[in-house]
């Protein structure tokens, strides 16, 4: 899938996620991109069909920088189009689309491919080279397209950090197959974290895992939330995965279960608009706490009631 990769170096943001850790405070209160754009992700009215598929109808949001959205719906109801419609690999047939602070619906090819490399994306499988190693996987977003400015020292660095990030810096030399599908989905999180950028879209990260490894999925998104203020789309069928992005919080420290719980719409909770998708319509937007208080038949089967 070289749709997963996003490439192209650009250097954006100077925090090294290191540093990054002592910012966990940052969270809660999204500040503007240095760029002064107010929002990293818009949607204003956004239609799309494949033939006579309508794949998303009429779709708005808009996510702030440092914000987390869960979109939650059944298989083929427009999440991964969503997502693909984003970054530009497909066309919205009506409708436009900001990203980063730019209009993308209008740009060409290699305009896109700038705005695209400058955003993390984690596909559905992780989508990693079979041929490549662990290291050159997570590299590769550094080194494409080619450049001749390229410091490789600072590659070989930022590898270590992200592979380092996600717990697997022994697995550098290793190639995916030799890996488990749990520590593949965590080399694709070093792969989309690695430019450190703004944004980082999510498909079903843990679709596939058992429960204890899809925990431990979600706790490396929000601990990448946490500690570098990365804003998050996350697209998924599984309301626990919505549930750790909204009921816990990365505590630094190592351990990649490392998470403690906060109260729900507490004030120092993390911030999180949960969106429900009913074949490409948004049925739902709102807080956790609307989300639970929901009655409708469709909602209800996403995040099911507190007893
Ligand atoms: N490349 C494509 N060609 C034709 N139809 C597609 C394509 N991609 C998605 N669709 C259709 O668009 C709808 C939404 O698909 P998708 O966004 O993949 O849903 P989800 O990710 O929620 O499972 C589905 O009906 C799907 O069959
Ligand atoms: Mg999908």
Redesign the pocket.
């Known amino acids: 899938m070289n749709e997963a990769i996003q490439p192209l170096p650009d250097g954006h943001g100077s925090v090294t996620r290191s540093d990054a850790v002592t910012r966990s405070d940052a969270v809660t209160e999204p500040r503007a991109s240095a760029s002064g754009a107010e929002v990293v992700l818009k949607f204003e009215d956004v239609s799309l069909s494949?033939?006579d598929?309508v794949?998303?109808d009429h779709v708005s949001f808009e996510m702030a920088p440092g914000s987390t959205r869960v979109i939650l719906?059944?298989?083929?109801?427009?999440?991964?189009?969503?997502l693909k419609a984003a970054i530009g690999l497909i066309k919205p047939d009506s409708g436009r689309i900001f990203l980063l602070g730019q209009e993308i619906t209008s740009l060409d090819e290699r305009q896109l491919f700038q705005i695209r490399s400058r955003v993390g994306v984690l596909f559905q499988e992780g989508g990693l080279f079979d041929s490549f190693t662990v290291g050159e996987n997570v590299a590769y977003p550094l080194l494409n397209p080619k450049s001749d400015k390229v410091d490789l020292t600072l590659v070989d660095q930022k590898v270590t950090e992200a592979l380092r990030f996600v717990e697997l810096e022994e697995t550098m030399e290793k190639f995916p197959a030799e890996l488990s599908g749990g520590m593949r989905r965590r080399v694709g999180i070093a792969r989309a974290v690695v430019k450190e950028p703004p944004l980082v879209l999510y498909?079903?990260p843990t679709a596939g895992l058992d429960p204890i490894t899809a925990n431990t999925i979600m706790a490396l998104i929000a601990k990448e939330r946490e500690t570098a203020n990365t804003a998050s789309l996350i697209?998924t069928h599984r309301y626990q995965d919505g549930q750790v992005m909204s009921n816990f919080r990365y505590k630094s420290g190592s351990g990649l279960l490392n998470l403690e719980h906060v109260e729900q719409n507490g004030s120092g909770g993390p911030k999180i608009t949960f969106m429900v998708?009913d074949e490409?319509k948004v049925v739902f937007e709102g807080t956790q706490q609307e989300l639970e208080a929901s009655t409708d038949e469709y909602v209800v089967k996403f995040a099911p009631k507190r007893p």
């Open positions: 494949f033939g598929q794949a998303i719906g059944a298989a083929g109801s427009g999440k991964t189009t969503v498909d079903s697209v998708m490409g």
